[in-house]
């Protein structure tokens, strides 16, 4: 596969993948016999798996270090796993964030209105309103 349809396939500039190239976040491609880049099943696992894990987070330096490690001779998979592991935790601890913070946003869209009716008729002052800081379900 050439690099155009690699590009198209990702949806990711020619660019972008020649630099992950340049950079070491991808082990190097092979070339043709006139030097166009000739991309493996292999090659494109390595881009699905960059542009993964770009999105998620990852910094290019933890991507280098991932490729480098792949293309040891030495028995470094414990080394590749912790990075795989290291960025799974970051992740997970994300999601709760975000979750939670989901939660309070549907809770104050649900509220919104009979809140603006109750401050709108006098029957809530500012200084009556829940604390939401103190709902265990919305603790940050």
Same mark, same amino acid.
């Given at each position: 596969?050439?690099?155009?349809?690699?590009?198209?396939?990702?949806?990711?500039?020619?660019?972008?993948?020649?630099?992950y190239?340049?950079?070491?976040?991808?082990?190097?491609?092979?070339?043709?016999?006139n030097g166009?880049?000739?991309?493996?099943?292999?090659?494109l696992?390595?881009?699905f798996?960059?542009k993964s894990?770009?999105?998620?987070?990852?910094?290019?330096?933890?991507?280098?270090?991932?490729a480098?490690?792949?293309?040891?001779? *030495?028995? %470094?998979?414990?080394?590749?796993?912790?990075? $795989?592991? @290291?960025q799974? &935790? !970051?992740?997970?601890?994300?999601?709760?964030e975000?979750?939670?913070?989901?939660?309070?946003?549907?809770?104050?869209?649900?509220?919104f209105? *009979?809140? %603006?009716?109750?401050?709108n008729?006098?029957? $809530?002052r @500012?200084?009556? &309103? !829940?604390?939401?800081?103190?709902?265990?379900?919305?603790?940050?």
């Amino acid at each position: 596969m050439n690099s155009k349809e690699v590009a198209q396939l990702f949806d990711l500039p020619i660019d972008t993948i020649r630099y992950y190239e340049r950079v070491g976040v991808i082990p190097p491609v092979q070339r043709d016999k006139n030097g166009y880049r000739n991309y493996t099943k292999k090659d494109l696992n390595w881009i699905f798996l960059a542009k993964s894990l770009r999105k998620a987070g990852l910094s290019i330096e933890s991507l280098i270090e991932f490729a480098t490690l792949a293309q040891s001779k *030495d028995n %470094v998979r414990g080394a590749q796993k912790q990075i $795989l592991e @290291d960025q799974l &935790v !970051e992740i997970e601890t994300k999601l709760e964030e975000m979750n939670r913070v989901r939660d309070l946003l549907r809770y104050k869209i649900d509220t919104f209105d *009979d809140h %603006v009716a109750k401050f709108n008729a006098g029957e $809530l002052r @500012d200084d009556e &309103v !829940e604390e939401l800081w103190t709902m265990k379900h919305f603790k940050i």
